[in-house]
């Protein structure tokens, strides 16, 4: 590799970016598997039943993008063939030897859940089909055909539990992406305590975002009319989500520039400089003040609006969160590199190209094969109920 | 700090895994000597200064447990040749654009302003200064990992790769890194780089095949100003030890308390 | 109870997966890990016999000792031979 160009004085190792697009990409996937959850249970176990259209979608969301999770970082290590070495010698000292741990419990649960809530679409397949179909759908549904009264009484209250043990899980898979960042003694951007809260809010941000953007567009093509209530309580949780996650980012940034720390020589040069763009211009204004703006037209105003309104709206602001929560994953991983541990200087900036292992076309790929997988189970299995069909999903009443 | 807090008792290997490290060596390390030891002519023997008592190093004898290593670089001494970062280069193997070790320059002006530079590590030396200031005062600073004792960079380490071996280095395991790079973040002295042919986190082992041989560091013996200084804890009437315990000394960001072994004579608020 | 035998399959898969999981695991940890700390004791041996390049200007008296007598009357007395001539391993290996 040939020598970078840099400002002031940079430590002679500190010449490149360490963790590239990948690593911007990964704490982004995880977000979305997180907030996408979190929508489910507020389903599941805190019953907001008007959530019901999107309870099924979210949730399968959640293990569309969790079962990509672990891709960005395979294309980022410098030995994926070692990989697996995290869980056979974690060193437990090490916030990322905690990963195979919590990703393993993490799927296993979100797993289950999905299975006990499409038990009963499983074995109708099962029972309506021929050949290799059948055998599968059969083999799904673990040879067992119980669709009684009582055996669906006992799913839902399991989902529910499940439900309610994926919130910890959930913000515990995602708390520790912060906290991988937040634990780096040597980065000041990084290195503070609010940075796995951070991460949670935004993450559930881009989570609620998602869904809507997925629920729309899922309606449009099945020919589905939208459910105007549901829209309207996402606007409503987006809102709110959203809201402290600017907030949270913000103070950040103040805390760092009231203190005037030796730290914000450098973080503060790194902002108004080096990436203003990213930050002030996507992160702040576009990515957080916008929404906020449309969002609160949505939430204050909805007596004025229709429902197709109201949907393109909440969309929008959606679209532009999930874009957001983008540029603050970026911010923080690569705005993070561009300062050299010297604290006087800075590395080249990063621009990722198209066709490397770890650039765009890489990136790309890994976030569209959420979509087919989504497509795919679609497919077979309904991402949303009819209205008739009895909800196996739906929280118990007691 | 008390001194007696640093040298740690002889920590995990018992005397069964002490015989067992020793095996290690014979198997291991012997072949090496041979190799090293052409024929019947001896090349290696230690350091100058205790050159008469010492036989030639085969690393057969090493024990981790016995030894605590420390260094001292005494920057009012250093020119800035380069030497040994040369030095490290060669003995290591280390790839272009990456260092082991590095020298920094730094320029003070009257006005307060510093100027740092070091092209290429300080590799070829230093170019004449272009600042154009008016430099009251300047310096070179001779930078390699600092050994923590309370290093950040083994914490981070989630395969177990990276570790705070028995005689008090930090090294690294080639064979069980995954190349995550997350000790090279969290490196606060920007000692660690991943090896662009191993893939692998790479840095400074204070050239444990020479050390354990007997031998002084690659850097130590290349320096012609002595301003670095190799020592052990554990041996009586160590030179480094008794500078460290009688004179001020300093380290690199005490605030982000990572206990370096590595200690400095001279450096001043300028220093990164 | 009746009607949880798929909850009981389920959980039969994942205790399989989870015992099998573990077992696979002990085989995989390397020899000599956890000795002495997390981490691969051998790899210290391992570090230890990388192969030594810079001898020392003892090394170099042993062949040259009317040169190292020049050298210690001369300017260049604190520099080592191998700063500016090659490292002992690669002089003696070319001869």
Request: net charge neutral; aromatic share 10%; with cysteine.
């Amino acid at each position: 590799m040939e020598p970078a160009i840099t400002t002031g004085y940079v430590f002679p190792n500190d010449l490149h970016i360490m963790w590239s697009l990948m690593i911007v990409i990964y704490p982004y996937v995880t977000g979305l598997v997180a907030g996408a959850f979190i929508v489910s249970s507020l389903y599941h176990v805190f019953q907001q039943r008007e959530l019901r259209p999107v309870a099924r979608l979210s949730m399968v969301g959640s293990l569309a993008f969790l079962l990509v999770a672990t891709m960005p970082l395979l294309a980022h290590l410098g030995h994926p063939e070692r990989a697996l070495n995290i869980v056979v010698t974690p060193h437990f000292t090490s916030a990322m030897a905690a990963f195979g741990m919590i990703y393993t419990l993490y799927l296993i649960l979100v797993i289950f859940e999905i299975w006990l809530v499409y038990r009963k679409p499983i074995i109708q397949l099962a029972r309506r089909s021929r050949g290799f179909k059948r055998w599968f759908f059969a083999t799904l549904a673990l040879g067992v055909y119980d669709t009684s009264e009582r055996a669906m009484q006992v799913d839902r209250r399991t989902i529910t539990v499940l439900a309610g043990l994926g919130i910890p899980a959930a913000c515990i898979l995602h708390g520790y992406v912060g906290f991988m960042f937040g634990s780096v003694k040597a980065n000041p951007l990084w290195s503070t305590p609010l940075m796995p809260i951070i991460f949670l809010f935004s993450a559930v941000t881009s989570g609620i975002a998602m869904v809507i953007v997925l629920y729309q567009t899922l309606m449009k093509f099945s020919g589905k009319s939208i459910s105007g209530a549901c829209v309207q309580s996402l606007a409503q949780w987006l809102w709110l989500f959203a809201t402290i996650t600017a907030t949270l980012e913000i103070l950040e940034i103040v805390t760092l520039a009231y203190e005037r720390s030796e730290e914000w020589v450098v973080v503060g040069e790194l902002i108004t400089h080096k990436i203003p763009f990213s930050f002030i211009g996507v992160q702040m204004i576009f990515g957080s003040l916008i929404p906020f703006l449309l969002l609160g037209i949505v939430v204050l105003m909805r007596r004025f609006l229709t429902d197709p309104l109201r949907n393109t709206i909440t969309f929008l602001a959606a679209f532009i969160l999930l874009i957001q929560v983008f540029s603050m994953r970026w911010n923080v991983v690569i705005g993070g590199q561009i300062f050299s541990k010297s604290m006087v200087g800075f590395r080249e900036l990063y621009v990722p190209r198209l066709f490397e292992r770890e650039g765009i076309v890489t990136a790309l790929a890994i976030m569209i094969l959420p979509f087919i997988f989504l497509a795919l189970f679609n497919h077979f299995l309904p991402l949303y109920e009819s209205d008739q069909e009895e909800a196996p999903g739906a929280p118990t009443e007691t | 700090m008390p001194r007696d807090e640093k040298v740690e008792p002889v920590t995990a290997p018992e005397a069964e895994d002490r015989r067992r490290f020793l095996k290690q060596f014979l198997m291991k390390a012997s072949g090496v000597a041979v190799l090293v030891v052409a024929g019947e002519k001896v090349f290696f023997s230690a350091h100058a200064a205790d050159s008469e008592a010492v036989p030639p190093g085969t690393g057969e004898d090493y024990d981790p447990t016995r030894h605590r290593y420390v260094y001292l670089i005494d920057v009012t001494k250093c020119i800035g040749c380069g030497a040994c970062v040369r030095a490290c280069e060669r003995e290591n193997n280390v790839p272009k654009h990456h260092f082991r070790t590095w020298i920094e320059r730094y320029m003070v002006s009257r006005t307060g302003d510093v100027a740092i530079d070091s092209p290429n590590g300080g590799h070829d030396s230093f170019p004449p200064e272009v600042t154009g200031d008016d430099i009251t005062k300047a310096f070179f600073v001779p930078k390699i990992c600092n050994h923590c004792t309370n290093t950040p960079c083994v914490q981070l380490c989630p395969v177990g790769a990276s570790f705070r071996s028995p005689d008090g280095l930090i090294l690294v395991d080639e064979k069980r890194c995954i190349g995550c790079s997350y000790c090279v973040q969290a490196c606060p002295y920007g000692s660690r780089f991943i090896h662009p042919e191993t893939h692998t986190a790479s840095k400074c082992t204070l050239c444990y095949h020479r050390i354990t041989k007997g031998l002084l560091p690659a850097c130590v013996e290349a320096c012609p100003r002595a301003v670095r200084k190799f020592g052990d804890m554990k041996r009586l009437k160590d030179e480094v030890s008794e500078i460290i315990a009688t004179h001020q000394v300093q380290i690199l960001k005490p605030e982000l308390y990572t206990e370096p072994n590595c200690y400095y004579i001279g450096i001043g608020k300028e220093v990164r | 109870m009746e009607h949880t035998k798929h909850l009981w399959r389920a959980l039969g898969i994942l205790v399989v997966v989870a015992v099998s999981g573990v077992v696979i695991r002990h085989f995989a940890i390397p020899d000599s890990f956890g000795e002495a700390g997390s981490y691969r004791y051998d790899a210290l041996a391992e570090i230890a016999s990388k192969p030594v390049v810079h001898g020392n200007d003892i090394s170099c008296r042993e062949c040259h000792a009317d040169m190292a007598e020049t050298k210690a009357a001369g300017k260049h007395a604190p520099v080592r031979c191998e700063v500016c001539h090659a490292p002992v391993t690669t002089h003696a290996r070319d001869g």
